[in-house]
């Protein structure tokens, strides 16, 4: 394990060094009535298995679960994720457990996420929270590609720490921004998130954690159906959960943001708006995603 002594540096591998910087590349096309990965180049602490096909509502979507084999993001890693989904494909993207993100004392930790979907598209990029341990430091970018007759739905959530060692709020910077775009580069919408616990009035107060621990957002970009009512879907299915919910600009979506307590209850309060906008968009209720 990296440690430090009183006057030396930290025994840690410096940004670029092996097995620091995981890369993921995959593209998946439709084959008949199945889609399939036709592209994969992977590089550790990042990988996959194959895809899966665990939907019986959809048999031909793809599940695809992204492994990191260090067990977390450590001071200094850089990760890069690249999904690229062909037109009328159907695809699910998932990690298989909660990212850690250790301390850091002399470094930050970043990851690259982008994601494209072709017209017809339909794909879903729901990652487990984000756990910041104390003294992590880690910024995240996602950039959505949307063509405008594809569908993505992307969520976001985090929590406060290590709740059962008692740190809340005890990293010292968690940021992450958010760009939907179409393929020409036309921009749709922008979603920032900076949380710095030691500067200003922190982060527990009314418009950021508000006193709770968990925080998830869940942003849907589709032209299947009209984005108040996608709105409206997303509202009433969180009902129960401090929340807003409301219409992208342009009307080419919408989204919602939510807080809870504990983790159960904002897992729970995430899948129920993840089936209740699957079921708007295509008919067919979300499945079980068969993780330990």
Sequence with gaps: MPYRTLFSAPVTLGAGAPAKVGILDLAFARRGERTELVQRYQKAPLEIMRPLYVDPALPGMAFTYVMATGGGIAQADRYRQDFHCGPDTQAHFTTQA????????????????????????????????????????????????VAERATVLFSESMAAGRLARGERHAYTVLSSDLEIRRPDGTLLAVDTLRLTPGEGGGVTGPAVFSGLDHLSSLFVISDRCPAQEIADVLDAAVAGLPHGASVLPGDCGAWLRMLGSDQPEITQALRAAWDAVRRLLTGHPAPDLRKP
């Design 98 to 145: 909660a990212t850690k993100v250790y301390r850091m004392e002399d470094n930050y930790a970043t990851q690259v996420t982008h994601l494209s979907a072709a017209d017809g598209a339909y794909v879903e990029y729901l990652p487990d929270p984000i756990i910041p341990f104390r003294g992590a430091r880690f910024h995240q970018t996602t950039r959505l590609e």
